[in-house]
Each structure stands twice: as C-alpha cells, then as structure tokens.
C-alpha cells in the first residue's frame, strides 16, 4: 500500500519562503498526477496546485499563482511545493495527494492521501 508522507512544514515569518517535500512510500505511484492541497482553521480543504505526472501542466488557485511552484521528481518519488513570500492567509495544513490525471487532482477525485503538515505564517 503506497503512502505520502509530507515534510517541511514549520513556522515563518512573513515575507519567508518555504519548501514542502511530499515522499511516496510503500510503492511506487506510477504515472499518478499530484497535488498540494491545504485546509485552515475553520475553512474546508481547497487546492494549491496540481501538475501531471511529467511535471508538466502545472496549475494553481489564484492565491498561489506567481509564489508557489509545483514540482515532481519521479526518480526519487517525491513531490514538492516551493511557496515563496508567504503570508499569515498561507497557514494551514498542507496535504500532498495523488490521482489518476491532474482534472482528477483539480476535482478532488483522490487515490492517495498524505496526513498533512503544519505551516505557520506569523510575526
């Protein structure tokens, strides 16, 4: 049975960057697309970004477009998610997912999940 295992997660100020790993263990996960999603206190849980299996095609909520990047490495079978000039709004717990193609991400038809990590954006 595969499973996600985030990292990276913590607390920093605003205006820091940040990078979560996402590590597939147990497995492998194929040609899976992937996906940050993240959920707040008191909010539901909303997507961050997706991308193909390939790296390619990635896509992001408007908050994140312009400071988070998605990225893949599938020799080593992980998953990142670099978040660049971070504000207070980004705290959550952030999830990595894996479906069959990225609209599968982007609908939130999930086969894999992670179980989460925190990040804190405070002063």
């Known amino acids: 049975q595969v499973q996600l295992k985030e990292s990276g997660g913590g607390l920093v100020a605003p205006g820091d960057s940040m990078r979560l790993s996402c590590q597939a263990v147990?497995?492998?996960?194929?040609?899976?697309?992937m996906g940050w999603f993240r959920q707040a206190p008191g909010k539901e849980r909303e997507i961050v970004a997706a991308?193909?299996?390939?790296?390619?095609?990635?896509s992001y909520v408007d908050a994140a477009k312009g400071r988070f990047i998605i990225s893949v490495d599938n020799a080593k079978g992980a998953t990142y998610l670099q978040m660049n000039y971070l504000q207070p709004e980004d705290t959550a717990v952030y999830f990595c997912a894996a479906a069959p193609t990225a609209a599968n991400v982007r609908n939130s038809e999930i086969q894999y999940w992670g179980r989460g990590t925190q990040v804190t954006v405070s002063s």
């Open positions: 991308v193909a299996w390939h790296g390619s095609g990635a």
């Open positions: 147990g497995g492998t996960l194929g040609r899976s697309a």
